[in-house]
């Protein structure tokens, strides 16, 4: 294979482990024939498995220095569309009716492709993606941890999210400075109306996460002090009550309450 850098202001980090690219495909569940979508293919090590299994693949890979190295790889490969080009700018009427999703998701732009699954959610089956196991916290942990978040909220709308395995950094050249996890995604139908709203409201309460959600309503939301109360106050919680103690059902219950008042 062709001799190719890392690009650390891509957030390039290739996988080397074998074994574990093996693994994060079966995670997935690939059956002959199934189209699956892998974002950054990199340097084709997920790519390779998926096609063993029988896929067809659409890879998607925003480096242009990569695609002929994955040309040249895959050069024989019927079952094989290769795209350069930015994910989160490709439209959905590009991408298969009906599709898996697969990648290791650059760190710096993980939570930006996360958020743009909901696009995606009607076609898709499922998704097994890579994160920083910082992320892969955020959205598998309960209310009342310290990672749960605007993040965890938002995502639960949409998916039920299952952290599977960790990955240790030498798995990947360069070696990340941070651990990695690997997460599936399966779509179901809790959006709220009005969901660019609902995400609004979410990442107003938690403008101030480590006060209390009085606090970060005022800021977030720009309402004075007894406003914000009514409305902690009328959704029946304590009035001391901190953002990351809400679960998911209670969010949607206060931004209804909050809807009513607009």
Sequence with gaps: MSIFRAKKRLGQNFLIDESIAARIVQALDPQPGDSVVEIGSGRGALTECLLREGCAVTAIEFDRDLIPIL??????????????????????????????????????????????????????????????SEVAYRLTTRSGSRDYGSLSVIMAAGFDIERLFDINPKSFKPVPEVMSSVIKLNPVDRMPEDFDEFK?????????????????MQLGLNLPKYDSMSLIDRAGFEKDIRPERLTFDDYVKLYKIWQETL
Aim: charged share 30%; with cysteine.
């Design 71 to 132: 040309r040249a790889k895959f050069r024989q490969e019927k079952k094989i569309t290769i795209i350069a080009g930015d994910f989160l700018k490709i439209a959905a009427d590009k991408l298969p009716p009906k599709m898996k999703i697969i990648g290791n998701l650059p760190y710096n732009i993980s939570t930006v492709i996360l958020e743009r699954m909901f696009e995606f959610r009607t076609a898709m089956e499922t998704a097994v993606f890579t994160v920083q």
């Design 200 to 216: 609004f409201f979410i990442r107003a309460c938690f403008r101030q996460k480590r006060k209390t959600l009085n606090n970060s």
